[in-house]
């Protein structure tokens, strides 16, 4: 029943560790995007994937990695885990042919690095 | 350029109006609002287009002024379950590529 879902839901996990979080829409849509919110709450896109092809990348370290092996998942890979990266990580969908992009989130994966 | 949204936070009593504004430099095509409970994650609430009517959700509704690039939700008669953080979010384009960008939300906290 759930439209879009990550895995898993709590990360912690020791400076300098790769880690990978997963994601999956199950509403059809073509876009899917990876944001992240830090402690004080600002939502910022990192990535964004249109059928499988990358169609935004804003200045996110090249430790982020997104892979999106088919357009209802998309995930997301960090290299060398920094203090920094502590924050939720929301995986959105969206439908552009259904008109203006309403994102649809996921239930967020709360990251917590030591 | 993030939207800048007021006010950053605001307490009510159940019953009572409150609105929160949106505020964006750059020329908008359209606006979504969504609410954050604590703990979870963004939800839609409604979308306002270009040259589109005011939208309504339950006894929330919001405009858009497209002239000034801002927008603004009206809460009515707010009730408990309203508390959590409103985000605008705003689309525009740059040099021909498409931006959605969040604003820097609003806190809510309505009380009994």
């Known amino acids: 029943d759930t439209a879009v879902s990550q895995t898993p839901k709590y990360l912690v996990t020791q400076m300098g560790n790769d880690k990978s979080i997963k994601c999956e829409q199950n509403?059809?849509?073509?876009?899917m995007y990876w944001y992240k919110q830090d402690s004080k709450k600002f939502l910022k896109i990192m990535f964004s994937?249109?059928?499988?092809?990358?169609?935004i990348n804003e200045t996110v370290p090249n430790r982020f990695s997104p892979k999106s092996p088919d357009k209802a998942h998309l995930n997301l890979h960090i290299n060398s885990l920094e203090l920094g990266d502590s924050a939720v990580y929301f995986c959105?969908?969206?439908?552009?042919?259904?008109?203006?992009?309403?994102?649809?989130f996921g239930p967020g994966t709360r990251l917590l690095v030591l | 350029q993030q939207p800048v949204q007021s006010p950053q936070a605001v307490i009510l009593r159940e019953g009572e109006d409150a609105v929160i504004n949106c505020s964006s430099s750059?020329?908008?095509?359209?606006v979504h609002w969504y609410r954050q409970k604590h703990g979870e994650a963004p939800v839609f609430l409604m979308i306002?287009?270009?040259?589109?009517e005011q939208m309504r959700h339950e006894k929330i509704s919001a405009s858009f002024n497209e002239k000034k690039q801002q927008s603004s939700l009206y809460l009515t008669a707010s009730q408990l379950s309203y508390s959590g953080t409103y985000f605008c979010?705003?689309?525009?384009?740059?040099?021909?590529?498409?931006?959605?960008?969040f604003g820097t939300g609003t806190r809510l906290k309505v009380l009994a």
């Open positions: 959105a969908s969206s439908d552009p042919a259904g008109g203006p992009e309403t994102q649809y």
């Open positions: 509403l059809g849509h073509d876009t």
């Open positions: 994937y249109n059928n499988k092809e990358l169609i």
């Open positions: 750059k020329a908008l095509y359209s």
């Open positions: 306002l287009l270009k040259g589109g």
């Open positions: 979010g705003t689309a525009h384009t740059t040099s021909g590529t498409y931006k959605y960008i």
